[in-house]
């Protein structure tokens, strides 16, 4: 029981799911590595990963005053630019336009070098569409309520 490494815990935080070991649950709560645990899962619901061509999800709504963090989980270079990208073709699932408004535009170094990852607090309510610039199947949107 003591064996359980505290980096297990961790993991299935970050997974989002509830703890399956109540016990273990209980012994750490008393720990700093508990508050960790949770800020992590607060978090993942205000991060989006690129991978396999998409922003996944593809579409989250936060509260107003969030700041969402995108990181790039491929070894390709992305771009997170705001604006409209238009209708996508059903067949082919790229999108026809691409219209950058300025907001946010920042360009996503390969996984794990300096720069994978890219921070944006939305103070206002509204949606905002993003895409990346050089893959038409990139397109997501952050929808802020205020
Ligand atoms: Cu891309």
């Not at 991978?51 to 005053?65: A, C, D, R």
């Not at 409209?84 to 920042?106: C, I, K, M, Y």
């Not at 949606?127 to 990346?132: D, S, T």
């Amino acid at each position: 029981m003591i064996a359980i490494p505290a980096a297990l815990i961790v993991l299935s935080g970050c997974a989002g799911g509830p703890t399956d070991g109540a016990p273990s649950t209980e012994s750490s709560s008393s720990q700093p590595g508990a508050d960790e645990g949770t800020e992590m899962a607060e978090q993942g619901a205000n991060e989006v990963i690129t991978i396999g061509l998409k922003f996944m999800p593809p579409t989250i709504t936060v509260p107003v005053g969030t700041t969402v963090t995108w990181t790039n989980g491929e070894t390709i270079g992305h771009t997170v630019t705001s604006g409209a990208w238009g209708d996508v073709n059903e067949s082919t699932n790229l999108r026809g336009t691409q219209t950058p408004d300025g907001l946010f535009d920042h360009a996503l170094s390969g996984k794990g070098s300096e720069g994978d990852s890219f921070s944006f607090t939305f103070d206002e309510a509204g949606e905002f569409p993003y895409y990346c610039q050089p893959h038409l199947t990139m397109n997501a949107s952050v929808i802020v309520e205020g």
